[in-house]
C-alpha cells in the first residue's frame, strides 16, 4: 500500500534551508498498521503531509497502491490534533461536512453522518456544538468525519495527545476495534511508546531531525484490548524506551 524509498524533504525559505527527513525509507502492506514515533522536530508531520500528498519530496520515491503519490487523494484521510470542526456547527453537521463539501447531496450526507457517528459512540452528541463537546468526543467527531468519505488510508498525526491518560485509552480501543473490522492500512503519529506499542504492527522510530529512520520493532502480536495487560506488551514498550534513549545518546555525543 505505501512504498517510499530514499525520501528526503528539504524546506526552502527565503533565506534558509532546513532537512526535515533524509534517507527515509519503509513499505507498508495494506490493511496494517504502523506506529511512527520519535523526538520533536524530526519530520513525523512532514512525512504524513507527504504520504497525504500536501507536501512535495525533494528526493526519492513515494508510490500509494503502486502509483506515486498524488496531490489530494480521495482515499486518505488525515487525521490531526486540532480536530478541525466548524464551531457553528452541530457534531452531526461537522460530521456531514467532509461530504457536503463534495457535493454530496445533504440528505445522503447526513445518513453516512449517523452511520459513521455510531460507529464511534457519539450518536448521542449529535445536536451538540464543538464547545459542548469534551476532547475525546470532538476527535471522535473528527474521526467519523473522515470515515463518511470511505478511506482506505488512514495517516493519524497525534491525534489523542492533548487528551487526558484515559479517555486516550478509550479511542485507542475504538480505533483498534475499527481497524480490526474495516482492515484498513492505518499510520500513527504518536510520542506515546504505549500507544506505538499498543497500535502499531511496526513500529518506526525516528532519529532527531532531519529525521532518518533508527530502528523497526516488529509488532505482529498486537491487536487486542488485553495486549497492555501482557509481560509482552512492557517488554515491547522498554525495547522501544530503550533504543528511543540509545538514539538521543548518539545524538548528543
Ligand atoms: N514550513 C516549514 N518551513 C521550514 N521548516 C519547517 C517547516 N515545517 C517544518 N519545518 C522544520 O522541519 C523539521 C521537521 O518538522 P515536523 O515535521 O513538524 O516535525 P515533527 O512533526 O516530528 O515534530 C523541523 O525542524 C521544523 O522546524
Ligand atoms: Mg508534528
Avoid at 524533504?9 to 502492506?29: Q, S
Avoid at 499510520?187 to 525516528?206: P, R, Y
Avoid at 506488551?233 to 534513549?245: G, H, K, M, N, P
Wanted: hydrophobic share 40%; net charge positive; glycine share 10%.
Amino acid at each position: 500500500m505505501i512504498k517510499v524509498s530514499g525520501l528526503e524533504v528539504t524546506y526552502v525559505n527565503k533565506n534558509t534551508r532546513v532537512t526535515a527527513l533524509t534517507g527515509v525509507g519503509f513499505t507498508l502492506e495494506k490493511g496494517h498498521t504502523c506506529a511512527i514515533i520519535g523526538p520533536s522536530g524530526c519530520g513525523k508531520s512532514t512525512l504524513l503531509y507527504v504520504l497525504a500528498g500536501l507536501l512535495k519530496h525533494t528526493r526519492g520515491e513515494v508510490n500509494i497502491n503502486g502509483e506515486p503519490v498524488r496531490p489530494k487523494r480521495r482515499e486518505t484521510a488525515l487525521i490531526l490534533q486540532d480536530y478541525g470542526l466548524l464551531p457553528w456547527k452541530t457534531a452531526l453537521q461537522n460530521t456531514a461536512l467532509g461530504l457536503l463539501i463534495r457535493g454530496v447531496p445533504k440528505k445522503e450526507s447526513l445518513a453516512a453522518a449517523e452511520e459513521s457517528m455510531k460507529e464511534l459512540g457519539i450518536w448521542e452528541a449529535r445536536d451538540h456544538y464543538p464547545a459542548q463537546l469534551s476532547g475525546g468526543q470532538r476527535q471522535r467527531v473528527a474521526i467519523a468525519r473522515s470515515l463518511t468519505l470511505k478511506p482506505d488510508l488512514f495517516l493519524m498525526d497525534e491525534p489523542f495527545s492533548s487528551l487526558d491518560a484515559l479517555t486516550r485509552e478509550g479511542l485507542q480501543d475504538t480505533l483498534l476495534e475499527f481497524w480490526k473490522k474495516k482492515k484498513s492500512t492505518m499510520v500513527l503519529v504518536t510520542h506515546n511508546i504505549e500507544e506505538a506499542v499498543f497500535l502499531g504492527q511496526k513500529i518506526l522510530i525516528f532519529s532527531a531531525g532531519p529525521g532518518r529512520i533508527l530502528h523497526t520493532v516488529r509488532n505482529y502480536e498486537m491487536g487486542d484490548r488485553d495486549y497492555r495487560r501482557q509481560p509482552l506488551f512492557y517488554d515491547r514498550c522498554s525495547l522501544v524506551r530503550e533504543i528511543i534513549e540509545r538514539g538521543r545518546g548518539n545524538s548528543a555525543q
